[in-house]
């Protein structure tokens, strides 16, 4: 392809609608055009990306035995009122009627639609396992479309559900989409971790969300530096606090102090001079609607999803403040365990490691000071209900946790049989019985793929495509393309590239050559041949990798050997 | 891939909703499945055919230099609006509002999009020639939809658009794409007919829509047998009727007769005794809101878009009763053109050439017998406004017009600078002018392609997959898979059939060999190698083609070489 021909517009200013680095740079190297708020055209360098970074998790899908096919955008309302997801989605679905008023949305996923069909075509275990897979638009209307391609409304994306006889057949089929996934973002170039996240209403054990770690991530991720460990916040546990040694003093009784106007944290800590540590934070939470006190440290967050799983119910909310006067006899700010009576009360363990401690004192303008949990307060219940901070203690081996933002690029799930009971899904089983089928889902955002993978690999000048998703491998630039020699070297090579099987742009427009390195770089070809002024010299040229920027001279004969050399080594580095 | 793992549902009964071949087809041997009106899932065999389809298109649109890029699905009605579609397109455009209550639709085609973005892109002539194109699911919401894939709601296509500085360069790029859509076709083992057609509103010379003759088509064509002449039956002209030699005796005056209660060509005939040859029918239309009166000969028809060109409208009507009684003063069926006043009178060349004709008298009951035209009337106009009929003479090589219906899978269409004037997209031209970009828009549409190769490639055992698009090329069937000679001989084969490239499914079911048989007919793969009881005969296994059903005797060893041979032929036989 010759650049002068190529479709790929760039801009040399910061789009001052980009929102990261990514945005950004597909915006200025002329990938993706925007028509409607989280609507983009793909111009044809991000189309080619889309398509190769396509055929990768197609080709790992295969590899774990789905079959591709293609279900409908457009779905009738009928299957989503079925299982009640048609009110569930809220205003995130797209609706329409038709001509004759029949009610549809555009699929935000699908699993009504394929849970309908295998009800209808397997009805024996011997058409069991079975995964089946396709690669679409999706629909979301979010109401706050962020970062161009990452939170979009109209986005690619692969789902492929499993459906097996039993939940052992799931665990295999989810094991073969973990490794699948596993294979599928390491060809692509994208380090991912697997991070462990909480399955929510469906329950069941453990979900999976693959997330590239970036600050312009929407989700909060706790990792191990030591081992690979990798987990939703909302999911990580926290290791139980460190055995104190028997305290050398007895603490004091507990003590009543005057805190005029003092509610929060800082204005505590400020006001008594102590540290946050040495806090409780008593919060009210109306769990399926009756009150719960909750005890954390001062310096740590109440985990609501831990709540939640707890009590066995995702109906956790914070108490109104007349609740709370009312059942506390203190305004919110100075709610304490000491006394408090008629609810449960739920403590953090590491709130109950605190030796001496500061509390509300259910009464308004008052703390207690010399609080001792377990001397002064007995909780009904001792449970990690903290979110996970850096400096935690890893679950699996004691490292050091950190946090991360992170950007989520697929997930797996087991859907168990949701889906097949409310649609009566079943098959007919070995022992002659009628039972659900057991379904997974398993998703890969490909058009955020794209877009992570520009987030992971770019510098100052550009993006730097890995080898295995880059639209092109190479691009030639003559220097002087009016220079007769130097535009025919180019050509040559150009030629003798494409016959190596190396996808190649020649860059023949008649431009300054800032202006054609600078888009080359800010396109992020891996490969790029300077034909230039060593040419007459010494009858060489210039071979660079975009990722190091060494110039490597090399004769007009070699060059196109060199790239595809080159080409193999980059390529054979990605395999899984 | 193992039968006993593909979700390829075959039905035994024929499906009572299936209006055509390939309609039933589809359904038995589990391609589609229906999930509301018009709107399908393509199951893995049909989603392989699609994209084989698909990648011949590309490769052909590659080939004449397009890029593909993708533009949305879900498109803001603003554009629609600026070119006035958003009214005109009425209820076939599916229309949805999002969160904010903005107006979307679902793209039907996509030339205000694409307008928009070569408007924003293109600047200048040396960014031109460009041609971009989309494989994609389209949106109509038909009032019908019929024939499972061909008339669907939802649908895939190609759609490219061309952009060039002016009308010699669009002239080349629809040469192109001509020339490209005979490869794609050809390679798709498609016979198709280039039709020509007539551009409606947007006017120009000549459009073409690619035509597979088949009587469930919607589109009426015309052909020659002997040349490669194509029409649309709107579009045909009618070559002028061979000159009259002097007729022997002379023709006694125009004779009114009494004719009561006689009105329709088949009444009159019956009624005076001569043939509808002979009878000038007189129609009264209303061009552009003015009464206009056409003769044709008694037993043509009048064709409406003829006459709308003819008087370079689109705004045709059939005159309602009263206004033909007022002007003419006779009801309609009793209309002449002999005295008739006040109103053009357009006569279709073959109806002047009537010698000794019969025409409505302009009173009720009454007609008018000798009539000679050109003696007894004189036209204000004398031009083809009728019907190309069978028998008609090839207006390109004098053979023999017949006709017949066509299913539309694909159409190339000059837009010249319709939607670039509408939009204003323009660029700047080597002369320092600015001028707008002269369009043309090329269509395929891929699932009615699929739907149309079977149209033409099945018999009434089912499908008979060309290669080139069929889903897998070869089926190896043990007739008894519990044999464990048989089981192993048929692994073996569909191992070196595999290795050799050649896509080959290995039916590995424990059913009876008719019905493993009944399946691979069905679903139509072009090759089979059957291991049955002459195994352990004569270590030979049975190889046939499906469109010739005969039965090859083979070594073991010789049977995947066979095949591979055989596809390397009919590969062959298929290159344009």
């Given at each position: 392809m010759r650049m002068s021909a190529l479709l790929a517009p760039t801009l040399r200013e910061q789009p001052a609608e980009a929102e990261s680095d990514s945005h950004r740079l597909m915006l200025r190297a002329g990938l993706i055009r925007k028509v409607s708020a989280g609507i983009y055209t793909y111009m044809p360098l991000a189309f080619r990306v889309i398509r190769k970074i396509s055929e990768i998790v197609r080709q790992e899908m295969d590899r774990a035995g789905a079959q591709e096919l293609q279900l409908p955008i457009?779905?009738?309302a009928e299957l989503w009122l079925a299982t009640g997801r048609w009110q569930e989605y809220g205003p995130e679905m797209f609706r329409l009627r038709d001509r004759h008023g029949r009610e549809f949305c555009l699929g935000p996923t699908h699993e009504e639609i394929i849970t309908a069909l295998v009800k209808a075509e397997v009805r024996s275990?011997?058409?069991?396992p079975l995964m089946l897979y396709q690669i679409q638009n999706k629909y979301r209307d979010e109401i706050r479309p962020r970062f161009g391609v990452i939170r979009g409304r109209e986005f690619i994306m692969k789902d492929l559900y499993s459906f097996d006889r039993d939940e052992a057949g799931l665990e295999i089929s989810y094991q073969k989409m973990h490794e699948a996934y596993v294979r599928a973002f390491r060809r692509c170039g994208l380090q991912t971790r697997a991070v462990e996240a909480d399955p929510g209403a469906i329950g069941g054990d453990v979900t999976h969300e693959f997330m590239v770690l970036s600050p312009i991530g929407e989700a909060q991720v706790v990792y191990c530096r030591r081992c690979d460990y990798a987990a939703n916040v909302e999911r990580a546990p926290v290791a139980p606090p460190p055995h104190a040694a028997g305290s050398e003093k007895p603490v004091p009784p507990a003590e009543r102090v005057a805190t005029p106007a003092v509610r929060t944290i800082d204005e505590l800590t400020a006001f008594l001079g102590v540290a946050a540590e040495r806090v409780l934070k008593t919060l009210i939470y109306l769990v399926d609607g009756q009150p719960v006190a909750v005890v954390v440290r001062g310096d740590h967050r109440l985990n609501e999803v831990k709540l939640g799983r707890l009590f066995g119910t995702s109906r956790i909310e914070a108490a109104p403040p007349e609740l709370i006067e009312r059942r506390t006899g203190a305004p919110a700010g100075y709610v304490g365990p000491v006394g408090l009576e008629g609810m449960e009360v739920v403590a953090d363990p590491w709130a109950m490691a605190v030796a001496d401690a500061v509390t509300g004192?259910?009464?308004?303008d008052a703390h207690l000071i010399h609080v001792v949990p377990g001397r002064d307060f007995r909780p009904t219940r001792v449970a990690d209900v903290r979110v996970a901070e850096p400096g935690d203690a890893c679950p699996r081996c004691g490292g050091t946790l950190e946090t991360s933002a992170g950007i989520e690029v697929g997930q797996i799930f087991k859907l168990h049989t949701k889906y097949s009971e409310a649609l009566g899904a079943t098959f007919l089983d070995e022992d002659g019985k009628e039972k659900p089928v057991v379904m997974g889902c398993y998703g890969i955002g490909i058009t955020r793929t794209m877009a992570a993978v520009i987030e992971q690999h770019h510098d100052e000048r550009g993006i730097i495509w890995p080898v295995t998703v880059a639209p092109y491998h190479a691009i030639v630039v003559a220097v002087n393309s009016r220079d007769a020699g130097q535009a025919q070297a180019a050509e040559r090579i150009y030629r003798e590239l494409a016959e190596r099987g190396v996808e190649v742009l020649l860059d023949d427009r008649d431009e300054r050559p800032g202006v054609k390195f600078n888009d080359a770089d800010l396109m992020g070809f891996p490969y790029r041949i300077t034909v230039g002024s060593r040419l007459a010299a010494s009858g060489e040229v210039e071979a660079r990798r975009r990722r190091d920027g060494q110039d490597v001279p090399v004769g007009v004969d070699g060059a196109a050997a060199l790239v595809e050399q080159w080409l193999r080594e980059d390529l054979a580095a990605l395999e899984p």
């Open positions: 457009v779905q009738p275990y011997r058409q069991l004192a259910n009464a308004a």
